[in-house]
Nanobody
Framework: QARLEQSGGRLVQAGDSLTLSCIVSGGKFDDFIMGWFRQAPGKEREFVGA???????YYEDSVKGRFTISRDNEKNTVLLQMNSLKVDDTAVYYC?????????????????????WGQGTQVTVSS
């Protein structure tokens, strides 16, 4: 049973940068595909990006070139570096862990593939 602890969300201004972190305890971190999702008020949860055990990544089109996901397998940590933040990036951000091992874009975009979830952290971008 894995536990995901998130941190880093806060109020920022448009154009700012922010890094979210997610520390995983329990389970075998190397085996997990790690994903980031977000949910804005009144909207469904959406895929942001995902990273495989060896660092391959997928990103949602709206964040490509602005967001970067990285992981440190020794520290059981995954990071979401967000640059050039926009008001539309305002959401609760969630990290998630998928032990299924199928790192295909169509798979990692589906939130139901992930067995474990962080508590979420609020990111608010003001204009």
């Amino acid at each position: 049973q894995a536990r995901l602890e998130q941190s880093g969300g806060r109020l920022v201004q448009a154009g700012d940068s922010l890094t979210l972190s997610c520390i995983v305890s329990g389970g075998k971190f190397d085996d997990f595909i790690m994903g980031w999702f977000r949910q804005a008020p009144g909207k469904e949860r959406e895929f942001v990006g995902a990273i495989s055990w060896n660092g391959d990544t997928y990103y949602e089109d709206s964040v490509k070139g602005r967001f970067t996901i990285s992981r440190d397998n020794e520290k059981n940590t995954v990071l979401l570096q967000m640059n050039s933040l926009k008001v539309d990036d305002t959401a609760v951000y969630y990290c998630a862990a998928d032990g299924g091992g199928r790192f295909y874009e169509i798979v990692v975009r589906r939130d139901f593939e992930y067995e474990y979830w962080g508590q979420g952290t609020q990111v608010t971008v003001s204009s």
